[in-house]
């Protein structure tokens, strides 16, 4: 999991910004797609590591928005709320009756909040 969600993360952005994108002369949208969960603690037992993998992504696409802040290259993050689906019915061992307890209140899939601090105009 930390290979994808993190490591993952910091390579394709290395490989983007030194390959394409370099910084002093390049324009371009940067978009990191993490998680509400980055913001909130786990609500299930297990979960920790995946957790702490959407937080690093937050901090890496913060961290890398300040950075490049002096360019015209944005750095986004798009984080998903909750979505009805299989990935849900397992944190809940497959319990029906938890799973509509956690699921109820949410409008599935629409729950979509977008940072764009710091984008230039």
């Given at each position: 999991?930390?290979?994808?969600?993190?490591?993952?993360?910091?390579?394709?952005?290395?490989?983007?910004?030194?390959?394409?994108?370099?910084?002093a002369?390049?324009?371009?949208?940067?978009?990191?797609?993490?998680?509400?969960?980055?913001?909130?603690?786990?609500?299930?037992?297990?979960?920790?590591?995946?957790?702490?993998?959407?937080?690093?992504?937050?901090?890496?696409?913060?961290?890398?928005?300040?950075?490049?802040?002096?360019?015209?290259?944005?750095?986004?993050?798009?984080?998903?709320?909750?979505?009805?689906?299989?990935?849900?019915?397992?944190?809940?061992?497959?319990?029906e009756?938890?799973?509509?307890?956690?699921?109820?209140?949410?409008?599935?899939?629409?729950?979509?909040?977008?940072?764009?601090?710091?984008?230039?105009?």
């Amino acid at each position: 999991m930390n290979a994808t969600n993190v490591s993952g993360y910091m390579y394709a952005t290395y490989s983007v910004l030194n390959r394409g994108m370099k910084p002093a002369s390049a324009h371009g949208t940067i978009l990191n797609i993490t998680s509400t969960t980055a913001l909130e603690a786990p609500p299930f037992p297990g979960e920790a590591v995946y957790h702490a993998n959407k937080a690093c992504q937050e901090g890496f696409t913060n961290s890398l928005r300040n950075e490049l802040s002096g360019t015209d290259i944005r750095v986004l993050a798009l984080r998903p709320g909750v979505v009805a689906g299989h990935f849900h019915q397992l944190r809940v061992g497959g319990d029906e009756a938890a799973y509509k307890g956690f699921m109820e209140g949410y409008e599935y899939g629409l729950m979509l909040i977008v940072c764009c601090a710091g984008l230039k105009s």
